[in-house]
């Protein structure tokens, strides 16, 4: 195989259609043919990185190995593809216009006008080709038409005309409305955002049209005929089930064969990879704050898919506070398992903390991810440990039991935006823990994102597992320089982690943390 291929994937119509999920299940289809698929996520808008977004409108933010805060997409990248993606995977308008314009300080660019045409799409074409692989997907985040996303569209055009022939390959993700009124789909909007791409010189070479059910015939060629390509590279992609059947529905649409014709790779007529299935009866139920959109906790909710558990139910913390014990537990008593996750400010703190005191009396596995660790400590410290009013600093700076404080080294940070402690970080597990079971072995190392940690000054109570007997104590079960987690190692399943094993679930390897968990909530015996 000689030189790199691109195929590059745009949105149409409207957002929020699955590119993410079709790119990556493009991906994957791709890696089945045994070649190494490269990956950039491209997000038009100004932010460096995704680190300082709001959860609520635009989705969880995903950490990389290194440390990284990434659009979400990257998730679905490591999830479908089973590899680690690094910040190379990623590029924002913010990151290109930094770039350009501290190189324009630099005099790197000395007696030019700088503009967006050359010097912007140049930055952008050298990152495009600069990603590793054989085939390269690069996904361009928002619609056509959006104005942030022009100079990328742009930078694209121009690529395809410096690359060898055949080696940039198109495709349009759009939606299909179906109307049941009238018991047809509606290809208008398809129609128009084709035309939006041709005006800025790119004509698609496959069109994948999302849709509420499956595409007919009619429709496929009505998009063919108006968007001057072959009815064959018009595919539908319906609704599926489960998102992890894209790889194969594309696989048996022949997207390989088509594809792999254009840009010149030969294909094979094979697809080998296991979908997930999700039969565990379990009832599980996340207690959050962000409930704008499932995005907002979507590896939390891809790695219990992937533990064979169904989705589970978003409930907002922010409810219980004005709820009495009586009424939380009322809530909460159809659940076999909760979850805690990550979070940031003071809504709804209180209500997470009525969670736990519920699963932590009635014996119901919880499972507290970063913040939700840091409360299940909060609550323990209150009512196991009479320590009235215990809070962590982020919430009440004057409490009398600061038991989760800001780690020191963050409080000579004054900057935001990549400034947490951020990406792998080694930890030791303590044997003899619920934690060590679960791993089976000594180090292990995980993603984090926080500012807080436990404050064992105020905590002397809280002790490693191997130095404190008794099981019905909360103990530490991993330590680095911080407390890294902790238990209740009585309990069926009541273990907080300071780190983000959501983002280390794959297909066919969901995090070991939630497979117990999945596993623990299905045994209701
Ligand atoms: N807000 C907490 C902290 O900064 C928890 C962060 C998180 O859950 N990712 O430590």
């Known amino acids: ?306 533990s064979e558990a169904p989705k589970p139910d978003i409930v907002d913390s922010e409810i219980f506070e004005r709820y009495d014990d009586e009424r939380v537990n009322a809530v909460l008593e159809k659940y076999d398992g909760l979850i805690i996750p990550g979070g940031f400010g003071s809504r709804g703190i209180e209500g997470k903390i009525k969670t736990i005191k519920y699963a932590r009396e009635h014996d119901i596995p919880l499972l507290g991810l970063c913040l939700g660790m840091q409360l299940m400590v909060v609550e323990y410290a209150r009512n196991c440990l009479n320590l009235e009013n215990a809070n962590s600093t982020e919430f009440d700076e004057n409490t009398s039991y600061p038991v989760i404080d800001m780690m020191e080294e963050q409080k000579r940070i004054l900057k935001m935006g990549g400034t947490m402690r951020l990406g792998s970080q080694e930890a030791r597990l303590i044997k003899g823990t619920v934690l060590y079971d679960i791993y089976g072995r000594d180090k292990i190392s995980e993603r984090h994102r926080h500012r807080y940690e436990i404050n064992l000054d105020i905590l002397p109570q809280l002790k490693t597992a191997d130095t404190d007997p008794e099981p019905s104590n909360m103990r530490i079960s991993a330590i680095s320089q911080f407390v890294e987690a902790v238990e209740i190692s009585n309990k069926r399943f009541f273990v907080g982690v300071q780190y983000h094993p959501e983002y280390k679930s794959k297909v066919g390897s969901p995090h070991p943390l939630f497979k117990r968990f999945v596993e623990v909530c299905a045994n209701k015996s």
């Open 1 to 306: 195989m000689n030189g790199k291929r691109f195929i590059i994937i745009t949105g149409g119509v409207i957002s929020g259609i699955g590119k993410g999920t079709t790119a990556a299940s493009l991906g994957r289809m791709l890696k089945e043919q045994g070649l190494k698929v490269g990956v950039l996520k491209i997000d038009p808008y100004l932010n460096i990185d995704a680190g300082t977004m709001n959860p609520d409108q635009h989705g969880e933010v995903f950490v990389t190995d290194d440390g990284y805060e990434a659009d979400l997409d990257l998730g679905h990248y490591e999830r479908f593809l089973g590899e680690n993606m690094s910040a190379k995977n990623n590029l924002t308008a913010g990151q290109t216009y930094f770039s350009v314009i501290e190189n324009e300080r630099k005099g790197k660019y000395l007696g030019s006008t700088v503009q967006i045409i050359p010097h912007l799409t140049r930055e952008i074409k050298n990152r495009i080709t600069n990603v590793e692989g054989d085939v390269i997907i690069v996904e361009i985040g928002g619609t056509v038409g959006d104005i942030e996303g022009e100079v990328f569209l742009e930078a694209i055009r121009e690529l395809k005309l410096e690359l060898p022939r055949n080696s940039v390959f198109f495709i349009h993700l759009t939606f299909v409305p179906y109307l049941s009124v009238t018991s047809e789909f509606k290809t208008k909007p398809t129609q128009q955002s084709v035309q939006l791409l041709r005006r800025i010189g790119i004509q698609p070479d496959m069109i994948i049209a999302r849709s509420n059910r499956k595409l007919d015939e009619k429709a496929k060629n009505k998009i063919a005929l108006f968007s001057g390509i072959r009815p064959a590279y018009v595919i539908g992609l319906e609704d599926l089930p489960s998102i992890y059947q894209a790889p194969e529905r594309l696989f048996l649409e022949g997207a390989h064969f088509k594809i792999g014709g254009y840009i010149g790779l030969d294909m094979k007529n094979e697809f080998k990879w296991n979908i997930p299935k999700c039969d565990k009866k379990v009832s599980i139920a996340l207690i959050g704050k962000y409930t704008g959109t499932d995005d907002a906790y979507k590896s939390v909710i891809e790695s219990l898919i992937l």
